[in-house]
């Protein structure tokens, strides 16, 4: 897995083609404005613009999609700065310093430290990430199948366990994402299964209606009923807010964003670790980049309103960017939501995600490379001039906003086959979604599960194959597949015992105290 | 922020808790395996020696024990914020939502997208609160234009049976 330089040379030119540089810039563009909305997230905005890709080529839909997820990212902290509410949960922690500088006349200094550290320390992380990737798909060329199965199994269990405060709720999910999976034809002998005698499921179940609906339309189910149920007021423009859009406003200053190097190492360290970590994600990155800073260093009183306290939870949220793509690229599994409807989009491309990636189509893992680094410039210069206009975007009335993602939902997931019956298995996902987030169901590793079931059970029955249907052989056939097994049990013990969320409201709790 | 300790037995909201809600799986999961069990390709053996039916009825299994872990566990008894304030249009708005879109979707690709989505978009605006009237028909046509012209751009053709260009 050399270096292919022919690749890359392709790759830059296709980078940096118009086509491909205009779809970044309207990624981004998007991005940031779906991340400043409340109420919309990084996978629901990607899952929309999923099946605006099928007619681009392979560059310019990573571009769209990657400059989306970047911009999302960075634009929730430009609700929590303005208005205390985070337009993303990755924001929440912008929200303690963020909101305090705001209300103290700062509120552009705040928004451009946010920015400068979310895209210092999400470069950073692209570069580990293009260092890191094609190292452990080596390693991950070496495994067989009892070994791709453990892994798999492993990073559903840690899905599971580290999706939310609750290990049960979270296994329930990756247990329906695989039941889902089995729907359709079976993977190795193309026996038609499991499909409630619909014959439109015998093809299985189409991703693309699945995520628009459980990500799109559940969400904005969620949102009907809560305008329903009150009578939605729009927010006054309050006068902190067109402060920011004066230009005559405090900026931030060389020496102020070198001194908060500190804290965007930080985030960047921590959000990369956990960027790499099927589960745990950006919200985590940044409630814990902010813990660590502010016990660090408390001579900085964080939480006061501090330029410190925005660089630690915007460097870690951003940093988990590029690094979440680590597993999808290196082993074919997809580390978060965002990441398995990267993974998607690259699947209706024809490249499926995984270490072979690197060999049979290095052109795209180099422009997805390019594309993550330069998406850093476009999030710098778009954030910089629109990031004061995005700010009102937060103040879009929601009965505006729901029919618009419920009308982009169904006309998507028609287009995707121009079949009906995407529309009816979409609003059923999207019903599945609403119930799942009522409930506090975790709805990323039903999508991840339901990704990595083929996969698992290829892998599993071509171990049987090879073992001659003895099943202790196929599924502990190396010293690794035994120590796999035994870190899935170990891993998820552990991990289901670090109660993440429940540090996160730690952390929360003792903020809203102070 | 999600959860809140409650004691939902005592208040007679004992399906509002999580022990509630498991129970309510647990049902739906029993139905699930009861129909797998009456399926043929369940049963069926390939030629690899494999079960067809193998990961289905294991992931129907292993939603049975998370189910079931739900009912018994240390959080049993919290009560969800919003499953608590959850009243009748948790359950009728999703329910028209649905029948919205799906008569939406029916009517604009049999008849016209440009004809059949300002009318829809205003009315959805509308119902959810936007006044006056004019702003919601105003912001139904301005979505559509913009919808239409998205998809235009890229290559995809949303169905204009009248108004063709």
């Given amino acids: 897995m050399l270096f292919n330089v022919d690749a890359f040379y392709e790759a830059v030119n296709l980078v940096l083609s118009f086509e491909t540089m205009m779809w970044l810039a309207v990624g981004v563009f998007i991005g940031v404005g779906v991340g400043a909305m409340p109420g919309l997230s990084a996978s629901t905005g990607v899952a929309l613009m999923l099946p605006l890709t099928f007619t681009m080529g392979q560059a310019p839909a990573l571009g769209l999609l990657i400059g989306l997820y970047k911009g999302a990212i960075y634009g929730g902290s430009i609700s929590a700065i303005s208005f205390a509410t985070p337009g993303t949960s990755e924001a929440a922690a912008t929200v303690f310093d963020g909101h305090k500088m705001m209300q103290a006349g700062k509120g552009r200094k705040a928004l451009l430290m946010a920015l400068y550290a979310s895209v210092t320390a999400d470069f950073l992380s692209d570069v580990i990430t293009v260092l890191v990737a094609p190292l452990l798909a080596l390693v991950a060329l070496q495994f067989g199948p009892s070994e791709r199965f453990w892994l798999m199994v492993l990073a559903v269990c840690m899905l599971g366990a580290l999706s939310g405060p609750h290990l049960a709720k979270g296994m329930l999910s990756a247990a329906i994402g695989l039941y889902i999976g089995t729907i359709g034809v079976d993977p190795i002998s193309s026996v038609s299964r499991n499909t409630f005698d619909l014959w439109w499921l015998a093809d299985g179940v189409h991703l693309v209606p699945m995520v628009i609906g459980v990500f799109a339309m559940g969400a904005m189910m969620e949102k009907a009923v809560e305008m329903v149920k009150k009578s939605q007021k729009a927010s006054e423009l309050g006068g902190s807010v067109k402060q920011m859009f004066s230009t005559s406003g405090e900026g931030v200053s060389w020496k102020e964003y070198i001194s908060c190097w500190r804290e965007m190492g930080i985030g960047l360290g921590i959000g990369t670790f956990v960027g790499m970590l099927p589960g745990l994600g950006s919200t985590v990155g940044a409630f814990l980049s902010y813990g660590v800073a502010k016990q660090a260093f408390p001579e900085k009183k964080i939480g006061t309103g501090r330029l410190e306290g925005i660089a630690a939870a915007e460097a870690g949220n951003n940093a988990t960017v590029g690094p979440t793509l680590v597993p999808l690229l290196a082993f074919g599994i997809p580390g978060s939501a965002v990441a398995a409807l990267i993974g998607a989009a690259l699947m209706l491309q024809g490249a499926t995600p995984g270490p072979r990636m690197f060999e049979l189509f290095p052109t795209i893992i180099y422009s997805l490379f390019l594309i993550l680094l330069i998406g850093n410039i476009f999030n710098l210069g778009i954030g910089r001039i629109f990031a004061f206009v995005y700010a009102k975007l937060g103040e879009l009335p929601a009965p505006l906003l729901v029919p618009i993602v419920m009308l982009m939902a169904v006309i998507g997931s028609y287009s995707y086959e121009n079949n009906p019956y995407d529309v009816i298995a979409m609003l059923f996902f999207g019903l599945l979604g609403y119930f799942m987030r009522v409930f506090k169901i975790p709805e990323a590793p039903l999508i991840i599960t339901f990704l990595l079931a083929p996969q698992a059970e290829e892998n599993l029955r071509r171990g049987l194959l090879i073992n001659e249907g003895d099943w202790m052989a196929a599924l502990f056939n190396s010293p690794l597949a035994v120590g796999l097994a035994i870190a899935v049990v170990v891993l998820t013990y552990v991990s289901s015992r670090m109660r993440m969320t429940e540090r996160m409201q730690d952390i929360a709790n003792q903020e809203k105290e102070d | ?165």
């Fill in chain 2, 1 to 165: 922020m999600a959860n809140h300790s409650a004691d939902g037995e005592s208040r007679g909201n004992w399906i509002r808790t999580n022990r509630g809600i498991g129970a309510v799986l647990v049902g739906i999961v029993v139905l699930l395996l009861i129909y797998l069990s009456t399926e043929e390709w369940v049963y069926q053996t390939l030629r690899d020696g494999f079960r067809l039916g193998f990961f289905s009825v294991f992931a129907a299994f292993t939603m049975l024990a998370c189910a079931i872990v739900l009912l018994f566990d240390g959080q049993k008894d919290e009560v969800i914020e919003d499953v608590a304030r959850a009243g009748k249009w948790e359950f009728i708005v999703p329910v028209i939502v649905v029948a919205v879109c799906f008569g939406y979707f029916k009517v604009a690709w049999e008849i016209d997208f440009l004809l059949v989505t300002p009318v829809m978009m205003a009315i959805g605006t509308y119902a959810l609160g936007v006044r006056p009237i004019t702003t919601a028909i105003i912001a139904g046509v301005i979505m559509t234009i913009t919808i239409y012209g998205l998809f235009w751009a890229i290559g995809i053709e949303l169905p204009t049976n009248l108004f063709s260009f």
